[in-house]
């Protein structure tokens, strides 16, 4: 008999769910850091270009398959990924990776990694929750982008089994849009709370979900109960 693990984490969607383990680990991306030669600059800036067309036509493949989705799911992850093309076109971040290649002659993804932190300290001290957990929607944008600079393929949530409890570090609201309800029946992350999409987006489909579960994958595997 197996010993019994016990882990709090914040319950952002009702449910009870009993099943097996499935462990996601697509973590977030090691992130390179090198200088430019000045004239690397144009080059370094023409990178980032064409990872902002492949994330935003991912982000448009992404809104097509919305219409599988329950409604109000369907919803909640259209009008997201809408704020997720926003931000790949002119917003801060994209300006100040700009920015940062041009007059401070780094990578690209150092630069997107020093806008996501510059951007997070600013929403932290607006000390409202809600308003603070969009830097999770940020983070995820520069994480697709620095996935698609260094040419790394998002591998889909696909369960082999019914009744699996996916389990990982963070899970993103594309992520749970991808999830099979007929085969997953709950959802554990170490990272992430009640007011990110996240919750919206489990509690929309009608998933139990915990977050914050901080020491989860040190003791649990992919097929425990």
């Known amino acids: 008999m197996q010993k019994e693990h016990v882990h709090e984490g914040s319950g952002v969607?009702?449910?009870?769910?009993?099943?097996?383990?499935?462990?996601?680990?697509?973590?977030?991306?090691?992130?390179?850091?090198?200088?430019?030669?000045?004239?690397?600059?144009?080059?370094?800036?023409?990178?980032?270009?064409?990872?902002?067309?492949?994330?935003?036509?991912?982000?448009?493949?992404?809104?097509?398959?919305?219409?599988?989705?329950?409604?109000?799911?369907?919803?909640?992850?259209?009008?997201?990924?809408?704020?997720?093309?926003?931000?790949?076109?002119?917003?801060?971040?994209?300006?100040?990776?700009?920015n940062q290649i041009s007059q401070k002659l780094i990578n690209a993804e150092s630069a997107i990694q020093i806008e996501i932190s510059s951007i997070s300290k600013a929403f932290d001290k607006l000390e409202d929750s809600y308003i603070s957990a969009r830097i999770d929607d940020i983070q995820e944008v520069g994480n697709r982008l620095i996935?698609?600079?260094?040419?790394?393929?998002?591998?889909?949530?696909?369960?082999?089994?019914?009744?699996?409890?996916?389990i990982a570090e963070r899970l993103a609201p594309a992520d749970i849009a991808q999830i099979d309800p007929a085969k997953v029946i709950g959802i554990v992350a170490m990272l992430g709370g009640v007011d990110g999409h996240s919750a919206i987006m489990a509690r929309a489909l009608g998933l139990p979900c915990v977050l914050g579960a901080t020491s989860l994958l040190t003791s649990i595997q992919s097929g425990d109960p």
């Not at 997720?84 to 994209?94: H, T, V």
């Open 13 to 98: 969607s009702d449910g009870i769910a009993i099943g097996i383990s499935l462990i996601k680990r697509d973590g977030l991306p090691d992130i390179p850091k090198y200088h430019l030669r000045k004239s690397d600059i144009e080059k370094e800036i023409n990178r980032l270009s064409r990872s902002v067309e492949t994330t935003k036509r991912q982000v448009r493949r992404l809104q097509n398959r919305t219409t599988q989705l329950p409604s109000s799911a369907a919803s909640e992850l259209h009008f997201l990924l809408d704020a997720y093309l926003q931000m790949l076109d002119g917003s801060r971040l994209i300006r100040g990776a700009y």
């Open 147 to 166: 996935k698609n600079l260094k040419k790394n393929r998002t591998h889909p949530i696909k369960p082999v089994a019914k009744d699996t409890i996916i």
